[in-house]
């Protein structure tokens, strides 16, 4: 399989590893990228010294298409993101970008329309779909484990300049304005996963700002407040140690919780009971995403978060920024 990637910085190479360890000698992998020869990241996500990346580079999207790539993975900036699909699903390419979809919903509906009149699959990397805990979350919920939903909290916290030590964090895309950065896209996942649990939202309301005054042009810190018929609040940093992730949803009849790790609890009135995962970490989900993309090319599966399911969650993700930036709250 003829395999493009477009982008090879931490999640690139990610994906690249990924891709080649599943499929072995049948994955015949290239690259397109603007940006200097890349510091080669090792599986621990730290950099290797004097390493370079044995992939074929490609000097403009347009050559790198013309080999006709079977699948694109998309992993450059997020304002991109949708560009480079376009161009890939008029080359007849399946597509798998990275999240969040893109920093607006421009071309939005015809990189929908492409995909589909090309019969080319279409994944968005929300990789916390695949994990385990949060799925028992959502199977809990359907079976109406803890009753009608009251209200949830998610929390994100994280620190940007830790999350690439071998460069200057003010390089990266996620504190730059112009390339789609700032905190409510670059961990938008909370976001998806609140649509992915609760439907989408009826209103959205947000304060935040660049609070640490070392996050450049873009918002560090974001508290959101999602109207699905219950409230749900997502409170997103990436410039707070030490980093933590969790989810609690109250229900009629009790109560789930997750801390980020492997397991999660529930109480449904006969007290806490425990569910434990393995494969919950961060790489694990990397390459059930990447497996569960190829299945899909292969037509043994369905996007789990396809395009318009990347669109919707887009769509909280900025009127969200539009309620920062207006103080107001946005129907959706």
């Known amino acids: 399989m003829k395999i493009l990637f477009v982008g090879l910085g931490g999640a690139g190479q990610r994906h690249l590893r990924n891709f080649r360890s599943i499929l072995g000698d049948s994955a015949v992998c290239s690259a397109y990228r603007v940006r200097k020869a890349p510091t ?13 990346l044995d992939v074929p ?3 403009s999207l347009e050559a790198a298409l013309a080999g006709r790539p079977e699948a ?10 949708i560009a480079v699909a ?10 798998l970008i990275e999240k969040p979809l893109s920093n607006s919903m421009d071309h939005v509906p015809e990189l929908e329309r492409v995909l589909v009149e090309q019969g080319r699959t279409g994944l968005v990397g929300y990789t916390m779909r695949f994990h385990p805990a949060l ?4 199977d809990w919920l359907i079976a109406g484990r803890i009753g009608d939903v009251l209200s949830a909290r998610f929390e994100v916290a994280s620190y940007v300049p830790e999350w690439h030590p071998w460069e200057d964090y003010r390089s990266l895309y996620a504190v730059r304005r112009a390339l789609g950065g700032g905190v409510v896209l670059t961990e938008s996942h909370e976001l998806d996963l609140a649509c992915w649990l609760f439907g989408s939202p009826r209103r959205v309301f947000a304060l935040g700002g660049p609070l640490s005054g070392n996050s450049g042009d873009v918002e560090d810190t974001a508290s959101i407040l999602l109207d699905c018929g219950f409230p749900v609040h997502i409170q997103l940093c990436f410039m707070q140690r030490p980093p933590s992730r969790s989810c609690e949803i109250n229900g009629s009849r009790g109560r789930m919780a997750w801390g980020g790790g492997d397991s999660v609890r529930v109480f449904d009135g006969g007290g806490w009971a425990a569910c434990q995962f393995d494969g919950s970490e961060r790489a694990n989900l990397f390459e059930a995403e990447a497996r569960h993309f190829l299945a899909c090319i292969e037509g043994t599966d369905r996007p789990a978060v396809d395009i318009r399911a990347g669109a919707e969650a887009l769509k909280v993700a900025l009127a969200a920024l539009r309620s920062i930036e207006t103080g107001k709250v946005v129907e959706l």
Request: net charge positive.
């Open 40 to 52: 080669v990241i090792g599986p621990d996500f730290r950099a290797v010294e004097g390493a370079r």
């Open 57 to 59: 580079t490609f000097q």
């Open 72 to 81: 694109v993975v998309i992993s450059n900036p997020t304002s991109e993101h």
């Open 86 to 95: 376009l161009a890939a699903a008029r080359a007849g390419a399946h597509v």
């Open 135 to 138: 799925r028992q979350v959502r």
